[in-house]
């Protein structure tokens, strides 16, 4: 089975290509008292939360999330003390049918309302500034996932946060299935740290946590997949607790192509 290579690690002054999403362009200058579209552009995202039937979670258009007065709720909410969009989902709520675990996650969107499904030739990039506020076990706060050219469901890769503190990365070793980890970093939780997860070269993920960048190679078997970017909080353990899981705070969040 195709192995992602670990290519190089590089450490860089400051981090690198992470900017922040907030209306004011900086990060800690959000406006505690509107919806998170009040200081996020959301017009390129769609949510999906814990709620909903059975295998079928309710999702927020771009379009209900938009502004000062936007979409929010106890899943999806600004932080009244400090502007963070907040994302909560709790070890108990519903599924996507090929996930056990819930979320309260942003998926990638084109401006015109359709789906995000782009090319990995190019330099696609999703820049993040975040802190884990409680998490049970570990939790996903960023993906690359796969979208259309074959009938994998699976993500490329996903970034996570575990209880301890470590962040890892999980790359996919082919469309099949079948995950690597790789350690590339470490913050307590309550902790603000950021990433920039790119795609240079169609064939190169370069992600950046905290000023260190680390280089993978994408094997060829997923050549003919489109992707899309996931950001938010989906949680990695199940149970019948409502009040058990995880509650991330994003600082800043933007994605570019080009």
């Known amino acids: 089975m195709t192995r992602f290579r670990l290519l190089a690690i590089a450490t860089v002054a400051g981090l690198v290509g992470c900017v922040t999403a907030l209306g004011t362009g900086s990060a800690g200058a959000a406006d505690p008292d509107v919806a998170p579209g009040g200081n996020f552009d959301l017009s390129v995202w769609q949510l999906q939360e814990p709620v909903g039937s059975p295998g079928s979670p309710t999702t927020i258009p771009s379009s209900r999330l938009q502004g000062a007065n936007g979409y929010q709720d106890s899943y999806f909410y600004t932080d009244t003390r400090d502007g963070a969009m907040t994302f909560w989902a709790p070890e108990k709520g519903v599924t996507t049918p090929n996930s056990s675990y819930a979320r309260s996650e942003l998926r990638e969107m084109n401006r015109n309302g359709g789906a995000a499904d782009w090319s990995l030739s190019g330099r696609h990039r999703l820049s993040a500034t975040l802190r ?9 706060v960023g993906q690359v996932h796969l979208g259309s050219g074959g009938s994998s469901t699976k993500p490329l890769l996903e970034l996570y946060y575990h209880s301890n503190g470590d962040i890892v990365l999980g790359t996919e070793n082919s469309p099949s299935g079948g995950q690597t980890t790789h350690p590339v970093g470490h913050v307590p939780v309550g902790r603000t740290w950021s990433y920039t997860i790119a795609i240079s070269g ?36 199940a149970s019948d607790s409502t009040t058990k ?14």
């Open 132 to 140: 884990v506020v409680s998490v049970t076990k570990n939790v996903c």
């Open 245 to 258: 899981g995880a509650r991330v705070a994003f600082y800043g969040l933007t994605v570019s192509h080009g």
């Open 202 to 237: 169609g064939n190169t993920i370069d992600l950046t946590v905290n000023g260190t960048t680390t280089h993978y190679a994408i094997p060829s078997s997923f050549f003919p997949y489109k992707q899309y970017f996931k950001a938010g909080s989906y949680n990695q353990s």
